[in-house]
């Protein structure tokens, strides 16, 4: 489980394909202090650590992951934001994020407004119901809030520190993100459905 706030950003320094996976080197300030094993947040994808050199570790995706993210994307130089699991016994400045990616987006619009920065994103319609005005979703890990939300796309507000000290600076437009939409919304959709049946 994680927060969706971003504690440093990796860079992606090797690619080993494996089969119909993947496997990653990340460089980061907080790879040394991982453990084998570690579920650690890439872009909001939860993934195992499976090795540690210095400040890098190694991470593997399957078939199944790298089709639904954006992973398929990762290329050496690339830049990963990196979340370390939740630890339940202090503030969660963020909201409850499983790692688990629903969704990929396209972006569609980036306007620079004076000192901050106001992303438009496009996604399939059929997850309309779980994107509500003010509302919570995790972009490439990131937690935001969701304003002039439509069928099919919704903004979100950028403040600086979150420019800086994240991957949104290197998000273009056409660029995919990962999804991962509100928990809590999600139970209350699945919850409606069944009492519909």
């Known amino acids: ?8 950003v990796g860079k992606v320094i090797d690619i080993i394909p494996k089969g119909s996976n993947r496997s990653f080197w990340i460089e980061s300030s907080l790879s040394f202090s991982f453990t084998i094993d570690q579920s650690v947040s890439h872009d909001g994808i939860c993934l195992t650590v499976e090795e540690i050199r210095g400040n890098q570790h190694k991470i593997t995706a399957i078939d199944e992951t790298l089709k639904k993210t954006s992973l398929e994307s990762w ?11 939740l630890v339940m016994n202090g503030r969660l400045d963020g909201h409850l994020v499983q790692g688990h990616i629903d969704t990929t987006g396209t972006c569609i619009n980036i306007k620079e407004k004076k000192g901050s920065w106001e992303y438009e994103f496009q996604f399939h319609k059929k997850f ?44 273009k437009n056409g660029d995919r993100v990962n999804l991962e939409f509100d928990m809590i919304g999600k139970y209350l959709i699945r919850r409606l459905s069944l009492i519909e049946k």
């Open 1 to 8: 489980m994680f927060t969706g706030i971003i504690e440093t």
């Open 128 to 171: 309309a119901a779980l994107v509500i005005e003010k509302g919570s979703i995790c972009i490439n890990g990131i937690s935001l809030t969701v304003f002039d939300v439509k069928k099919k796309s919704f903004k979100v507000a950028i403040i600086p520190y979150t420019f800086e000290y994240t991957n949104m600076k290197e998000i």
């Open 75 to 85: 290329a050496k130089g690339s830049m990963v934001n990196i979340e370390r699991s």
